[in-house]
């Protein structure tokens, strides 16, 4: 585990969290409120933010805490696969983002393509459900699964969004600067399998 510290961290903030879920009275309330706490000093220690900004987004929801899901569109043409320039690094990703609730992930590739990417898509297949923390990423105050979809093209033009500024194809020996925190190298390396190979199962952790 590249991040131990972070990860004890988000497991006290979640423990703490469903604390104050369920508490019925306030001694309680004070000792999970305190639990809270520590985890948030814990994540600015060993993440060099700001305390006040960990609580905003550490420590920012109620209720039982569950993984953030992040849905990501695979689309291929000639052996390359489509990927976005990021407005917030420069870098580079495959389309996609958080999973809004009342879609389901084929809705919300669908939808995250057309708006970072420009076309119109459909949803083919399922390619891998990812966890996060089992992949290179920079380290993060949330506990996210990372869902990969095939899409295929049906219409539009390359257009880059309000959260992108480019729309490329890149074929595997020519990836450009990735945006770490949406994509890692071994992950693009893993789509192009499925392009390799089309009767590949699913990955998942």
């Known amino acids: 585990m590249k991040y131990p510290w972070i990860e004890i961290a988000k497991k006290i903030q979640a423990l703490a969290q469903s604390g104050l ?10 000792r999970y409120e305190a639990l809270r706490d520590i985890s948030i000093e814990m994540m600015a220690l060993f993440s060099d933010m700001e305390m006040e900004q960990v609580r905003e987004l550490f420590a920012n929801e109620t209720g039982y805490q569950t993984p953030k899901v992040d849905v990501r569109g695979v689309i291929f043409q000639e052996n390359k696969i489509l ?31 057309l708006e970072e990417a420009g ?16 992949h290179p990423h920079p380290p993060s105050p949330y506990h996210i699964y990372k869902i990969f979809i095939q899409c295929e093209i049906t219409g539009g033009a390359p257009k880059a969004g309000m959260e992108t500024s480019d729309v490329k194809f890149f074929g595997k020996n020519e990836l450009p600067e990735l945006s770490l925190d949406r994509n890692t190298q071994c992950q693009i390396y893993k789509m192009f399998e499925f392009l390799d190979d089309p009767h590949k199962p699913p990955l998942f952790d």
């Open 21 to 30: 879920t369920y508490a019925n009275n306030s001694y309680d309330i004070e």
């Open 83 to 113: 990927m976005v320039q990021e407005n917030i690094d420069g870098c580079w990703s495959l389309p996609g983002g958080w999973a809004d609730i009342g879609l389901s992930p084929a809705e919300v590739a669908v939808k995250e393509v």
């Open 119 to 134: 076309y119109a898509v459909k949803a083919l297949r399922l390619l891998a459900v990812m966890d996060k923390k089992n």
